[in-house]
Every structure is written in C-alpha cells, then in structure tokens.
C-alpha cells in the first residue's frame, strides 16, 4: 500500500489471528483475537528465559491446558460478550484492542484501551476480561512469574461476513483513509484534514507502524506533542521502524527529528 512519496511500513498485521466469526445481535462479525508484548515488557523474541502470559480459561489453573491458548481466549470471550445494542445500531466498526497486566500470581488488572471501536465495547470487552481473574499462567523471566503486560484484540464488523472477507474489507478501507492522507498531509499540505483520515485508518489498522507514524507527523504538525509521541511511543512498543525507511518528505516537517529520536531508541 502507497500514499504519495511514503511507503506504507508493516502491511502485516501484526495482532491479527483468523477466527472463527460468530453472530450476535446484528450478525455482528467478530475476529482476530491476539496477544502482543508492550513496551513495558520488551523483550529478545530469542530469550529462552522470557515466556509471556498465558490464558488457562480455568480459575487458579497453574498449567496451560492441552490446546491452542488463542483458542481458549477466543472461546471465552465469545461466550461471554453481550453486543452493545448501541453500538450495532450505529453499525460500529474497527479494531479493539485492550492492555492489561498479568500479575504474578495470575490477576489481571490495569486495563487500558489501546484502540477503541466505541465506549459501548470499551466497556464490555474490559467487563469481560475482569472476569479472567485468576484465570492466567503468569509470564516468566529467567525462571521467575513476573508481572507483564499483555493484549487482547478482535475486529468488530456489523454482517455476515467469513474471515478473508473482514480482513480485505478492513485493509481496503485503511489503505483508502492512508492514500486520501497522505494526498492531503504531503501534497495538499492539509495536516488537519490528514489527521481525520489517518485516524479513520487507524481505527481499521490500529498496529500499522505506517499510519501511526504519519498520524503523530499530522499531530505534530498541529501542536498536539502529546497525541504525536503516544503514537510514536505505540511504533516503538511494536519493535520501530529502520530509520533509512523515513522518507525525505518528512524531513522537512517539524516534528520529524523528535520521533526519529524516538524511534531510534528501539532500533540498532
């Protein structure tokens, strides 16, 4: 995916494991149930020392049972979500995804909403996760349980819809949002019209490094330091970007050398 003058980095999606969709109130479509590591608990993917948590579905369940802990995850929330008739109405779509910490002993606590399909789903999907209390293996390092972040995601699609479907659907719509920004961000020079659609596009692809880069570019840009590092601290928690990918069109703008220093604290 390419806007004007900016490659689109990480067109994976990096959260995103295919599930089974289900139906609730209006068909409400719902998949891709992951969990990351956050910038709190960074680790060498290739540390023998370091698992993170894990799901039992089983209250003060010390052992993972014999199935694909994705699996357990999805099973339970699927179970256990009640739809936000407020939401299904509105026909509100995108990406939740939800940080919490898995605490040694097992407890979930400290939930934040990393993205947001609607204050209606905030809510529940957090309800839900409260009840996971007691239901995790702690992750470990170096032999030890230790208190770790950890993050639950799904995509919401009002329809009926079968996997491949919702990840197109939510690709080509993203990919639409990032072309009409960058068209305004980097050509029109219209940063504040830019944001909109980024942020219209992040909502489909809230772990696209791409978008969020671009986005905190818009913020700064507009004076809002704030919103511009939370999205370059969220690429950095996502592993960076190699700063030889930047394009020279950024170079020019303001808030270009804050978030390559940023970025450059989580790149060789």
Not at 151 to 173: A, R
Request: glycine share 8%; proline share 4%; with cysteine.
């Amino acid at each position: 995916m390419k806007g004007p003058g900016i490659l689109m980095f990480n067109q994976k999606y990096e959260t995103m494991k295919k599930t089974a969709i289900f139906l609730i109130c209006l068909i409400l479509s719902i998949v891709a149930i992951g969990q990351s590591e956050t910038q709190n608990q960074r680790v060498d993917p290739e540390d023998a020392g370091f698992t993170p948590p894990q799901f039992t579905g089983i209250e003060n369940r010390a052992s993972i049972l014999e199935t694909d802990n994705s699996l357990l995850v999805k099973n339970y929330l699927l179970n256990n979500l009640i739809c936000p008739s407020k939401s299904a109405k509105c026909w509100k779509e995108g990406t939740e995804i939800v940080q919490f910490t898995v605490s040694p002993s097992g407890n979930v606590s400290n939930f934040k909403v990393i993205n947001s399909v609607s204050s209606e789903i905030d809510h529940e999907f957090i309800r839900v996760l409260e009840t996971t209390d007691g239901m995790w293996k702690p992750g470990y390092s170096n032999g030890e349980p230790t208190a770790m972040k950890n993050e639950v995601s799904m995509l919401f699609k009002v329809g009926d819809y079968d996997d491949s479907e919702i990840v197109n659907y939510f690709t080509e719509k993203a990919s639409n949002y990032f072309t009409k920004g960058s068209l305004n961000l980097l050509v029109k020079n219209k940063p504040e019209k830019a944001l909109r659609l980024y942020s219209k596009a992040v909502l489909y692809r809230p772990n696209d490094k791409g978008l969020l880069l671009l986005r905190g570019m818009c913020s700064y840009e507009l004076g809002d330091t704030e919103s511009a590092q939370r999205d370059w601290d969220r690429i950095a928690t996502l592993g960076g970007i190699e700063a030889g990918k930047f394009d020279n069109d950024l170079a020019e703008m303001k808030g270009y050398t804050k978030m390559t220093n940023i970025l450059a604290e989580t790149v060789d």
